[in-house]
């Protein structure tokens, strides 16, 4: 297992026609490969330049063993992402395209080296990678982009950087009430 101590992973499934699904992207102080088996059912790659703290499983188990606060945060870790997996899933089955993009950008962590306190938001993935993980083709990730940019939502101040300008209409976006 591993843990990320910088840089920017994806998960994703590829399926047997070749299509590809992104199922989550991870960051600095996330896990990867949790799984309680000895095979894994997602992949995972780096997006950008990563470095990672490999930790052999029964070392790992055996340090929660030693560190009962470990296997806490372990346990809070994981349900933070079981809820997350049910909002994705809530996200892809019944969200618009813009709630999916808002609901996307609102729930990216902050950069831990720059936090989001001016409301600038890192996106280390490409729009073909976004769309991949909500479900759109990218083309209209490119559109909700333009029209949150159009309607002064969102700045792009970069390829990979955007400033949220108004976080309170974001928010209604994400939610439907827009």
Aim: charged share 25%; net charge neutral; hydrophobic share 45%.
């Amino acid at each position: 297992m591993f843990n990320i101590t910088s840089g920017s992973v994806r998960v994703y499934k590829l399926l047997p026609d070749g299509r590809r699904q992104i199922t989550g992207f991870l960051f600095a102080g996330d896990f990867v490969g949790l799984a309680t088996g000895e095979d894994y059912a997602f992949s995972a790659e780096a997006i950008e330049d990563a470095t990672l703290c490999r930790f052999r499983k029964s070392d790992y188990r055996a340090l929660i063993r030693q560190a009962p606060a470990l296997e806490s945060a372990l346990l809070e870790r994981a349900t933070h992402e079981l809820a997350a997996a049910q909002n994705q899933m809530l996200l892809l089955g019944r969200k618009t395209a813009l709630e999916r993009v808002a609901s996307f950008l609102l729930n990216l962590p902050e950069d831990p080296v720059r936090p989001a306190s001016d409301g600038l938001v890192r996106l280390p993935m490409t729009r073909a990678e976004i769309a991949d993980y909500l479900g759109l083709t990218i083309e209209t990730v490119s559109r909700v982009f333009s029209r949150l940019k159009t309607t002064g939502v969102i700045r792009l101040v970069s390829l990979h950087e955007l400033r949220i300008e108004q976080p309170d209409r974001l928010a209604a976006l994400a939610e439907g009430e827009g």
